[in-house]
C-alpha cells in the first residue's frame, strides 16, 4: 500500500484534462498525472486525509496538499488520474468540491 503524500499546492501548477467527457483539474507530481477528487475546509481536515487513505488502499497513488485561501486552510484530495473515481467504494462525483460548502 501506497502512503498518501502530503504537500503544499503552492509547489503545485494546476492544468485541466479532458477524460471521460469531463474536464477536470489535474496536476503533474513527480512524473505521474493526478486528478482533483474533492477538496475541504480546514475543519473537515480529517475526512481529506480519510479519502486519501482509502484511495492509497486501493493502490492508487494519492497526494493531500493544503493551501491557504481568504484566511482558511483548504485541503486537497489528488489521486492517480488512472483511477477511476466512479468505481470507487469512496463513491464520490468526479470532483467534489461541494465539499468547503458543508
Given at each position: 500500500?501506497?502512503?498518501?503524500?502530503?504537500?503544499?499546492?503552492?509547489?503545485?501548477?494546476?492544468?485541466?484534462?479532458?477524460?471521460?467527457?469531463?474536464?477536470?483539474?489535474?496536476?503533474?507530481?513527480?512524473?505521474?498525472?493526478?486528478r482533483?477528487?474533492?477538496?475541504?475546509?480546514?475543519?473537515?481536515?480529517?475526512?481529506?486525509?480519510?479519502?486519501?487513505?482509502?484511495?492509497?488502499?486501493?493502490?492508487?497513488?494519492?497526494?493531500v496538499?493544503?493551501?491557504?485561501?481568504?484566511?482558511?486552510?483548504?485541503?486537497?484530495?489528488?489521486?492517480?488520474?488512472?483511477?477511476?473515481?466512479?468505481?470507487?467504494?469512496?463513491?464520490?462525483?468526479?470532483?467534489?468540491?461541494?465539499?468547503?460548502?458543508?
Open positions: 500500500m501506497l502512503i498518501p503524500e502530503i504537500i503544499s499546492e503552492s509547489a503545485l501548477q494546476p492544468f485541466k484534462v479532458y477524460q471521460e467527457g469531463q474536464i477536470l483539474q489535474a496536476i503533474l507530481y513527480r512524473f505521474t498525472v493526478y482533483l477528487a474533492s477538496r475541504f475546509g480546514a475543519y473537515r481536515r480529517s475526512e481529506a486525509f480519510e479519502l486519501a487513505w482509502r484511495f492509497s488502499e486501493e493502490g492508487y497513488p494519492t497526494l496538499s493544503m493551501k491557504a485561501e481568504l484566511g482558511q486552510s483548504i485541503y486537497s484530495v489528488w489521486v492517480d488520474i488512472r483511477h477511476t473515481l466512479a468505481h470507487s467504494p469512496c463513491n464520490l462525483p468526479p470532483t467534489a468540491d461541494f465539499a468547503l460548502m458543508n
